[in-house]
């Protein structure tokens, strides 16, 4: 595997460490405030890894057919990962999980279609916006929730905090469906212009 693919792997492989360690304290009420020290810094470096591996694919040539497929999966693996922990916890509503896992699957779905045509289908700038709302959602659901754990949110507005979170979720769900109507657009496009 080239580099950037090596740093989308970390992706895959930091998503189930993620529900671990998100789980242990609730499953054996302890280790709360490790959790809490341990969660935002592993998020922050699994993220920061989306970047890395732009950067790393650009800098020495290493853009590929696979790795346009490979760094959208591991995207979608970590943030569905980490998204089912805080509808787990009230932070996310259950109904945005489901319909942001089928927009992914879709998604999948398209992408697999046009690889069958010769296509390869790559990150476009309403994706990009989608994935940077997913980002930061998530990052507040992760710090509302730590807050929790450290025992810090007795000055907090949760309430507010967690309508605030709500909406977040809820403009996912638009970017996303709006950046996936877009992707099955310009698919069509491009069979379009391949078959002509």
Known sequence: MKTADMLSAVRIFFAPV???????????QSFFHVSAYLLLPL???????????GFYARK???VSDFGKLFDPFADVFLHVTTFFCYAFSGYMPLWTLVLIIHRELGMLFVRLIAVKHGITIGAKMGGKI??????????????????????????????ALRAIGILLYVLCVVF???????????FKSAIHDKTR
């Open 60 to 62: 020495h040539n290493e």
């Open 18 to 28: 993620f529900f671990f360690l998100y789980f242990i304290p609730l499953w054996t």
């Open 43 to 53: 998020l922050v470096l699994a993220e920061f890894t989306d970047f890395l591996d």
């Open 130 to 159: 989608k994935t940077v709302l997913y980002i930061a959602a998530g990052m507040f659901s992760l710090v509302l929730e730590s807050a929790t754990r450290l025992d810090f949110t007795e000055n907090l507005p949760m309430q």
């Open 176 to 186: 996303a469906y709006a950046s996936f109507i877009h992707y099955i657009i310009s």
